[in-house]
């Protein structure tokens, strides 16, 4: 394992220098998106790139060649390709938590044990063991073979998780909706005791499983979810005679009815999950990137074995991708470059990720955990402060409800906002009505907004559709609004492996040109640990006292009012 080499304060390598100087010359010269394409017929051709299933349209970005030469040579400063070559070989990368950082090993095939030897564990024969005890598992579960404690077959899983245990399942649960052949899945996350409520409601208990997946097997919402959970069916089956009080039985019902996905096997024990139907993982599986893992057991619970190859595939072949390519031609690092392009030099804050497929529709929200808890960070890996603005807000919504609510500030607001266009050529749903192609009707939206946005609509075209002079300024769409547009063919397995693993990969490219350790999350504990103070003041007087002004008005405000 090489060392970890100290962040390099990018702002101050001439590459940066280099990038100011021509970020300060373009907006000299003027942007103008229009006159880049009306000059050079190559535009689209020279900003276009395929990988497998997906073919990506950068063109529609304020870059030009030169833009696109002096990204390369930033990243091949701030040593990008190093640090993904020490990424892929399992160094050390995540520092504050000194670990590895191999979630690329979680698709890497049975054929390449033995290539990816790391602190001593064999990691892809580590993988695809587990694996293959998923596979066995959920074969059993859906071919009925897997009986409750009552000799019924499953028909409902419950998968309860949080964070990355939780948005990625759901979010590629969503998107492969047409491939479910297997019990359907209902989530539960929040420790709000609604949602544990409503999503029990209506199951049977006899046909029901739980997954609890918990890479800690500590965390407060998970925990007590699964505590309630366990509560419900205990209950319930006792209510309908199905089992009686005996510990034995209980036992029996938890065996049947509990399985577990966690590195904590210990824990997952001392819960009372049978260690043979747990399922591991490793530190070195950040959460937000641990879809592909164990995390992913509901998947191959509802699509099976074959449909969860072929995403794993995907996400492989992205990784080669990403790999290989020469940074210039390298869509997954040009993106990522580019995104710092927009954050560093036009100040752009947020970034719009809109599909374009509703069977994306929990994209936006997944992509907010992978992204924002990643680079959401102050100092770099070192500890020392960045120099520059880090992170993105990245947000969306699935086309076209978007149009009908935030995209008039994308088009003419005052802020820039970055967007991501995300179709598919063919239709999971392939519906003609009325003589019409719904499909076409919805992909012509995309390809109209990513128009409007990048060609806007000047003054005097306004002024010839016979508008009134002093309505004109309010039609005017200044254009030069950057976008990207991502076409696959088809909403696969094997696309959305791609298209996730082309997220974590930008992630990476910007969270390594800032110098972070995007790996770890440290923001997220102060929370936790005041959340654990606080608690006891809503029903203790000496916790209540402790408490600062604020918080202490508000507690009396529930105790007054608490029904
Ligand atoms: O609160 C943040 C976090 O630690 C995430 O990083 C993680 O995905 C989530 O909580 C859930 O953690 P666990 O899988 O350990 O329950």
Same mark, same amino acid.
């Given at each position: 394992?090489s060392k970890?080499?100290?962040?390099?304060?990018?702002t101050?390598?001439?590459?940066w220098?280099?990038?100011?100087?021509?970020y300060?010359?373009?907006?000299?010269?003027?942007?103008?998106?229009?006159?880049?394409?009306?000059?050079?017929?190559?535009?689209?051709?020279?900003?276009?790139?395929d990988?497998?299933?997906?073919?990506?349209?950068?063109?529609?970005?304020?870059?030009?060649?030169?833009?696109?030469?002096?990204?390369?040579?930033?990243?091949?400063?701030?040593?990008?390709?190093?640090?993904?070559?020490?990424? /892929?070989?399992?160094?050390h990368?995540?520092?504050?938590?000194?670990?590895a950082?191999?979630?690329?090993?979680?698709?890497?095939?049975?054929s390449?044990?033995?290539?990816?030897?790391?602190?001593?564990?064999d990691?892809?024969?580590?993988?695809?063991?587990?694996?293959d005890?998923?596979?066995? *598992?959920?074969?059993?579960?859906?071919?009925?073979?897997?009986?409750g404690?009552?000799?019924?077959?499953?028909?409902?899983?419950?998968?309860?998780?949080?964070?990355?245990?939780?948005?990625?399942?759901?979010?590629?649960?969503?998107?492969?909706?047409? /491939?479910?052949?297997?019990?359907?899945?209902?989530?539960?996350?929040?420790?709000?005791?609604?949602?544990?409520?409503?999503k029990?409601?209506?199951?049977?208990?006899?046909?029901?499983?739980?997954?609890?997946?918990s890479?800690?097997?500590?965390?407060?919402?998970?925990?007590?979810?699964?505590?309630?959970?366990?509560?419900?069916?205990?209950d319930?089956?006792?209510?309908?005679g199905?089992?009686d009080d005996?510990?034995e039985?209980?036992?029996e019902?938890?065996?049947?009815?509990f399985?577990?996905?966690?590195?904590?096997?210990?824990?997952?024990?001392?819960f009372?999950?049978?260690?043979?139907?747990?399922?591991?993982?490793w530190?070195?599986?950040?959460?937000?990137?641990?879809?592909?893992?164990?995390?992913?057991?509901?998947?191959?619970?509802?699509?099976?074995?074959?449909?969860?190859?072929?995403?794993?595939?995907?996400? /492989?072949?992205?990784?080669?991708? *990403?790999?290989?390519?020469?940074?210039?031609?390298?869509?997954?690092?040009?993106?990522?470059?580019?995104?710092?392009?927009?954050?560093?030099?036009?100040k752009?804050?947020?970034?719009?990720?809109l599909?374009?497929?509703?069977?994306?529709?929990?994209?936006?929200?997944?992509?907010?955990?992978?992204?924002?808890?990643?680079?959401?960070?102050?100092?770099?890996?070192?500890?020392?402060?960045?120099?520059?603005?880090t992170?993105?807000?990245?947000w969306?919504e699935?086309?076209?409800?978007?149009?009908h609510?935030?995209?008039?500030?994308?088009?003419?607001?005052?802020?820039?906002?970055?967007?991501?266009?995300?179709?598919?050529?063919?239709?999971?749903?392939?519906?003609q009505?009325?003589?019409?192609?719904?499909?076409?009707?919805?992909?012509?939206?995309?390809?109209?907004?990513?128009?409007?946005?990048?060609?806007?609509?000047?003054?005097?075209e306004?002024?010839?559709?016979?508008?009134?002079?002093?309505?004109?300024?309010?039609?005017?769409?200044?254009?030069?609004?950057?976008?990207?547009?991502? *076409?696959g063919?088809?909403?696969?397995?094997?696309a959305?492996g791609?298209?996730?693993?082309? /997220?974590?990969?930008?992630?990476?490219?910007?969270?390594?040109?800032w110098?972070?350790?995007?790996?770890?999350?440290?923001?997220?504990e102060?929370?936790?640990?005041?959340a654990k103070?606080?608690?006891?003041?809503?029903h203790?007087?000496?916790?209540?006292?402790?408490?600062?002004?604020s918080?202490?008005?508000?507690?009396? *405000?529930?105790?007054?009012?608490?029904?």
């Amino acid at each position: 394992m090489s060392k970890i080499p100290a962040p390099i304060d990018v702002t101050q390598l001439p590459e940066w220098k280099a990038l100011q100087d021509h970020y300060d010359r373009l907006q000299a010269e003027g942007i103008s998106l229009k006159d880049w394409f009306a000059a050079d017929p190559d535009r689209v051709a020279k900003l276009s790139f395929d990988t497998s299933d997906l073919h990506f349209d950068l063109s529609k970005n304020l870059i030009t060649d030169e833009t696109v030469k002096l990204l390369a040579d930033l990243g091949r400063a701030v040593g990008l390709e190093e640090r993904r070559a020490a990424m /892929y070989r399992g160094d050390h990368i995540n520092t504050t938590e000194d670990r590895a950082v191999l979630h690329t090993a979680l698709r890497r095939p049975a054929s390449e044990a033995g290539t990816l030897i790391v602190d001593g564990q064999d990691t892809v024969a580590d993988v695809n063991e587990v694996l293959d005890k998923m596979y066995a *598992f959920a074969e059993r579960v859906r071919s009925g073979e897997w009986k409750g404690v009552t000799g019924k077959a499953i028909e409902n899983v419950v998968s309860i998780g949080i964070g990355g245990s939780d948005l990625g399942p759901v979010m590629v649960y969503e998107g492969l909706r047409p /491939y479910l052949d297997g019990p359907a899945v209902r989530f539960v996350s929040n420790i709000d005791p609604n949602d544990v409520a409503e999503k029990v409601k209506g199951l049977d208990p006899e046909t029901t499983l739980v997954i609890v997946v918990s890479k800690t097997f500590t965390t407060l919402e998970t925990i007590t979810n699964a505590k309630m959970a366990r509560w419900w069916l205990l209950d319930a089956l006792r209510k309908a005679g199905a089992i009686d009080d005996s510990a034995e039985k209980e036992a029996e019902a938890i065996a049947k009815h509990f399985v577990a996905v966690s590195t904590n096997l210990k824990l997952v024990a001392d819960f009372g999950i049978d260690p043979e139907n747990a399922f591991g993982f490793w530190s070195w599986v950040g959460g937000r990137y641990s879809v592909d893992s164990a995390v992913g057991l509901a998947l191959i619970l509802a699509f099976g074995k074959d449909v969860f190859q072929d995403f794993l595939k995907g996400f /492989y072949d992205m990784d080669r991708t *990403f790999e290989t390519e020469p940074l210039e031609e390298n869509v997954v690092a040009l993106m990522g470059l580019i995104n710092v392009w927009y954050v560093n030099f036009f100040k752009a804050e947020s970034h719009a990720v809109l599909p374009y497929v509703q069977y994306l529709h929990r994209f936006a929200a997944y992509l907010q955990q992978l992204t924002m808890e990643s680079n959401g960070k102050q100092v770099r890996w070192d500890g020392s402060p960045v120099t520059t603005e880090t992170g993105e807000i990245f947000w969306g919504e699935a086309g076209t409800n978007g149009q009908h609510a935030f995209y008039q500030l994308i088009h003419q607001g005052t802020r820039m906002i970055p967007a991501d266009f995300i179709g598919f050529v063919n239709s999971a749903n392939p519906i003609q009505c009325e003589g019409a192609d719904v499909h076409e009707l919805f992909l012509g939206n995309f390809l109209a907004q990513t128009k409007a946005l990048a060609f806007g609509k000047t003054a005097d075209e306004v002024r010839a559709e016979g508008t009134p002079e002093e309505i004109v300024p309010a039609r005017v769409f200044t254009g030069n609004r950057p976008t990207t547009s991502i *076409f696959g063919v088809s909403l696969t397995p094997h696309a959305l492996g791609e298209l996730i693993a082309l /997220y974590e990969h930008i992630t990476f490219v910007e969270g390594t040109v800032w110098g972070l350790d995007s790996y770890d999350q440290w923001g997220v504990e102060l929370g936790k640990q005041l959340a654990k103070q606080i608690t006891p003041a809503f029903h203790d007087d000496e916790a209540l006292a402790a408490q600062d002004a604020s918080t202490k008005a508000l507690i009396e *405000f529930y105790r007054a009012n608490r029904a």
